[in-house]
């Protein structure tokens, strides 16, 4: 089965950076686009960020760009998201999967435990 292993989130004042991390195993990493997703409490999940399988190209929610960066490191399976200027609106548990690139839906139902990143005003 596809593994995918969230870590990194934490407790950051407004204006702070975190680095998440996703650690995949179960498949071939590099032939799947991955995007990183978010839910706060009683909200939806959101895509938030993508990439393309050979980390070429990237996409991002309005909410968040220029803010936060995707990136993949294919020799270690690792996709990574480095958040900066981070605001209270960005608390939430945060996932990765992989993703149908540019369309953002989830391809798979195999998710991970997520990372919590809490952001305080």
């Known amino acids: 089965q596809v593994q995918l292993v969230e870590s990194g989130g934490g407790l950051v004042q407004a204006g702070g950076s975190l680095r998440l991390s996703c650690a995949t195993s179960g498949r071939t990493f590099s032939s799947y686009a991955m995007g990183w997703f978010r839910q706060a409490p009683g909200k939806e999940r959101e895509l938030v960020a993508q990439?393309?399988?050979?980390?070429?190209?990237?996409l991002y929610a309005s909410s968040v760009k220029g803010r936060f960066t995707i990136s993949r490191d294919n020799a270690k399976t690792t996709v990574y998201l480095q958040m900066n200027r981070l605001k209270p609106e960005d608390t939430a548990v945060y996932y990765c999967?992989?993703?149908?690139?540019?369309?953002?839906?989830?391809?798979?139902?195999?998710w991970g435990q997520g990372t919590q990143v809490t952001v305080s005003s």
């Open positions: 990439i393309s399988w050979n980390g070429v190209n990237t």
């Open positions: 999967n992989s993703v149908d690139y540019g369309q953002g839906r989830a391809m798979s139902d195999y």
